[in-house]
């Protein structure tokens, strides 16, 4: 065998394999291209395997002396948003985020984690009455006449966020959260209210949460509300507290909806 790191030969043989995965290094964030082709007779410079190699790193976040014109590969040089993080970061990477209160995030499915320093009391993420507080596998927003967007783009539990209280949500759906792995979580004072135009799609459901895995979390005091339309028709207003989720060791009490008891 031959092997091929970022173009260049680093090794042949039977016993190359280890020597070849050594060259790589261990500086997080880097990629290598590594292919591996036959050597032997008929069979020579036939592609036995190529892949892309990419070493995961930790970025971090300080809303207090953080900076988003810093890199964000240490502590002293943190980001000052978790979204400065998350658009930087890859497949594989962690975010550690100091303890302050955060503006809300989306992910869109990304395969990262997203940890609080020092657990959900210390780290908020406070959707300001405005916005999901998390979005962490769909599209930023929903727009009327589009209604490919409320399919399987924004689904996925790929990100997991852990460690935080998300709470001031306000949204069509899941103003807490959308998606994603949720762990170790509050999710609070969270409020979904349906749109009329919003017929086709998800809407007035799950105040707190929808659509996601949630372990050792606590749902408390989320509501969602109905729109009627000019006809007189009824939208959403259910789930005040989560809706479509699965759980594992949650707490869910004290949510509410106009429509029935959530």
């Given at each position: 065998y031959i092997w091929i790191v970022d173009g260049e030969e680093v090794g042949s043989g039977t016993d190359a394999t280890s020597y070849a995965i050594?060259?790589?290094g261990d500086e997080p964030g880097t990629r290598h291209?590594?292919?591996c082709y036959v050597n032997d007779g008929p069979w020579s410079n036939i592609v036995c395997c190529?892949?892309?190699?990419?070493?995961?790193?930790?970025?971090?976040?300080?809303?207090?002396?953080?900076?988003?014109?810093?890199?964000?590969?240490?502590k002293e040089g943190a980001l000052s948003t978790i979204q400065?993080?998350?658009?930087?970061?890859?497949n594989g990477d962690t975010i550690v985020v100091a303890d302050g209160v955060y503006a809300p995030i989306a992910t869109r499915n990304r395969k990262i984690v997203i940890q609080s320093e020092n657990g959900y009391k210390n780290a908020i993420i406070?959707?300001?009455?405005?916005?999901n507080c998390a979005l962490l596998g769909g599209p930023e927003s929903i727009v009327e006449g589009e209604p490919e967007a409320y399919g399987e783009l924004w689904q996925g539990t790929n990100t997991v966020l852990r460690g935080f209280t998300l709470r001031n949500?306000?949204?069509?759906?899941g103003a807490g959260v959308t998606?994603?792995?949720?762990e170790n979580c509050l999710i609070v004072s969270n409020t979904v209210e349906a749109y009329p135009w919003n017929s086709s799609g998800p809407n007035g459901l799950g105040g707190g949460?929808?659509?996601s895995v949630l372990r050792n979390c606590t749902i408390v005091g989320n509501t969602s509300s109905p729109a009627i339309s000019d006809e007189g028709e009824v939208y959403g207003g259910i789930d005040g507290g989560s809706c479509a989720c699965t759980f594992f060791n949650c707490i869910e009490w004290g949510n509410a909806d106009d429509v029935e008891e959530g």
């Open positions: 050594s060259t790589l291209d590594v292919a190529k892949w892309t190699v990419y070493l995961p790193r930790t970025l971090y976040v300080d809303a207090a002396g953080g900076s988003d014109e810093a890199d964000g590969a240490s400065s993080a998350i658009d930087r970061s890859a406070d959707g300001g009455g405005e916005a949500g306000h949204a069509a759906w998606a994603g792995t949720v949460a929808y659509l």
